[in-house]
């Protein structure tokens, strides 16, 4: 199931509502998840990780956040 949650800039839904019910954010739309944040949401992130380097080794897919969150 999908929730989508939007407010005026600034509202923090995240750490407001959403985190104490163990929403998983989608790693590209939710900025203010870091990679601490990481295995906790997603169980299988290392076999992610491997998989992602494997198939971009130079990391030419990654902006400054999902390089903060995978790399």
């Known amino acids: 199931m999908t929730v989508s949650v939007s407010g005026g800039p600034g509202t923090d839904y995240w750490d407001a509502i959403l985190r104490q019910y163990g929403a ?3 790693w590209a739309s939710c900025i203010s ?3 601490e944040d990481m295995p906790s949401f997603y169980p299988r992130l290392p076999d992610f990780q491997a998989i992602r380097r494997k198939m ?3 990391g030419r897919f990654l902006n ?3 390089r903060n969150l995978f790399a």
Request: charged letters at 35%; zero cysteines; aromatic letters at 0%.
């Open 64 to 66: 400054d956040h999902l």
């Open 24 to 26: 998983r954010p989608h």
């Open 33 to 35: 998840i870091v990679r």
């Open 56 to 58: 971009d080794p130079a």
